[in-house]
Nanobody, 111 residues
Framework: QVRLVESGGGLVQPGESLTLSCEVFGSALGDNTVDWYRQPLTTGRELVARSFSRDRTLYVGPLKGRMIGSRDNLRNRVNLQINSLKPEDSGVYFC?????WGQGTQVTVSS
């Protein structure tokens, strides 16, 4: 049974950066697609990035241009670095792969 565990969220000030991680348990990450979603407090989940393989990540939405995706197949983990964080970036960030959702990690951007 595949399980995803997100980590790396927290409380940061505007302009700071965070690196979120999605670790895969129960299967090899390989070149499987891993999606990152953000869910703000009052709206549904929205796709922000799609990691296809080690060096290919598609970025979408308002965080585009401020994200850097990477993979660590040795650790079975996909990372998403988000720079120049803004208060409107706040929300719970989820990863999805193998038709499985992680539990999410909270990102709060506030001064």
């Amino acid at each position: 049974q595949v399980r995803l565990v997100e980590s790396g969220g927290g409380l940061v000030q505007p302009g700071e950066s965070l690196t979120l991680s999605c670790e895969v348990f129960g299967s090899a990450l390989g070149d499987n697609t891993v999606d990152w979603y953000r869910q703000p407090l009052t709206t549904g989940r929205e796709l922000v990035a799609r990691s296809f393989s080690r060096d290919r990540t598609l970025y979408v939405g308002p965080l585009k241009g401020r994200m850097i995706g990477s993979r660590d197949n040795l650790r079975n983990r996909v990372n998403l670095q988000i720079n120049s964080l803004k208060p409107e970036d706040s929300g719970v960030y989820f990863c999805n792969a193998f038709n499985v959702w992680g539990q999410g990690t909270q990102v709060t951007v506030s001064s």
